[in-house]
């Protein structure tokens, strides 16, 4: 490729960093790069699936749904009770600790590439780019008179944001409600005010903090991007600036052989960050470092920080910044990474700094992925053992016993059957453990007319030796039989 002046790249930059606004509003201009195609490879496939699956259906069951009305949850094909809740569990532990690895590996690759919250975030930023123009026409067109087409794209941006913003809540709710009821009430004006009421405040808050809010929302309300910097260590692979290479920085040295001070070679690599500048213009030295000072990496980043100022918690580790310098450095003809996925010890020239798997042979992460591993076979063994039949059984409280004639006794009792595999259709009731056992009341149970509904039985024998005795109803389906014991008292003892 061939080289473009250093001064060319620096006077387009200029022109749009001219517009970089206040700093308490900031422009993101959008940018093409493999971090981004990566960012998109993964970010479609997710946005479809969410989108896709609170409509899909297999059978007449949902794919994906929890249902709090029959306490149940539809996951692929099976179905969980709320009994089995300890498999989420499982799964949520071993999410935390995927997380926790990615961290402690890559920093926040999960935040730039794959929280729901990103990916908002970019999608609004492109339909705000579609409707208002790049981040530097945006920028100009704010200080002129809101009027004209100005206002009406204005209003296009706002009023796309909030249609998106509905369709995320409506889906989103679709996996609570199901989704064709939901819609069609809204269509036909049917809603309840506290479904209203839900699907307002859902959809002013996804366009709030998609929209406008951002990434104040990263920094100060997500409590994973406080626990982060715990976790990072000197061989965590983050999103950094490499300070020896780009120091100093070629405008910079062009500013100071004007005002007269010198420059120096960056003598650590790992020294603090923040406090580039001032180590730069403090030595003197004839080297000349590959940052241009374009500001480029600054007007990309969706979180308004600038990464040469050093690792930052706001940096959500999305990759544009590279993409952005990368493209920088092509059009310079200089070797892309100035700006890329390094450690501490790497940028430090540390003979400790580990590359490629070796990077990940590190107790700490061999700690997580033994706990993510664990939890894994716990939930599938969980999944492989779900419950497929709920049963309760209640005494009867208020009379313990009935004597029927000189040797029989009846108990009474409530019992409740819930089934949560669809291929249950009825269960048959009996009872043992005492001899000559009757059973009085439904002895089967109809699961489609009578699902989780308590029916009252009455079990009487003349065989009772024992003031109290334990006996078992037994509720069996051709694939399944499950056991429930309870007493049973001829005397109030
Ligand atoms: S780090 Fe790269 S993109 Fe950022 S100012 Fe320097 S040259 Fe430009
Ligand atoms: S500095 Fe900004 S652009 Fe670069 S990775 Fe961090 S959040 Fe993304």
New binding site residues.
Partial sequence: MDKIPVAQITESAEQAVSYVPPEDKFYVRLIEGRFQNLRRMISWPLLILFFALAWIQVDGQPWLFFSFAERKIFLFGWIVSWHDLPIMAGLMIAGACLLFFMAVAWGRVWC?FACPQSIWTWMFIRIEQWAEGKANVRAKNDKLPLTGKRLARRILKHVLWLGAALFTTITFTGYFVPVRELIGDLVTLESSVMTLGWLISMTSLTYLNAGLVREKICLHACPYSRFQGVMFDTHTRT?SYDLNRGEPRRLNRKAAQQTGVQYAEVSSANSSAGSVNSTASSCSSTKQGDCVDCNI?VQ????G?D?RDGLQAA???????IDACDEVMAKIGKPMGLIRFASEAELAGSSEAKSGLASLLRPKLAGYASVVACSIVAVLFGFMNTLDLLVEVRRDRLQLYTKVDSGTVCNNYYLKVEAFDNGINQVQVSVEGLDNLQLHGQPEINIHTDNAAWRTYRVCTNQAQQPRSEIQFVLSTPDAEVRKKTTFLTSSI
């Fill in positions: 730039g999103v990496c990309v980043c969706p979180v920080i990464i940096c959500i580790d999305c990759g544009a910044c």
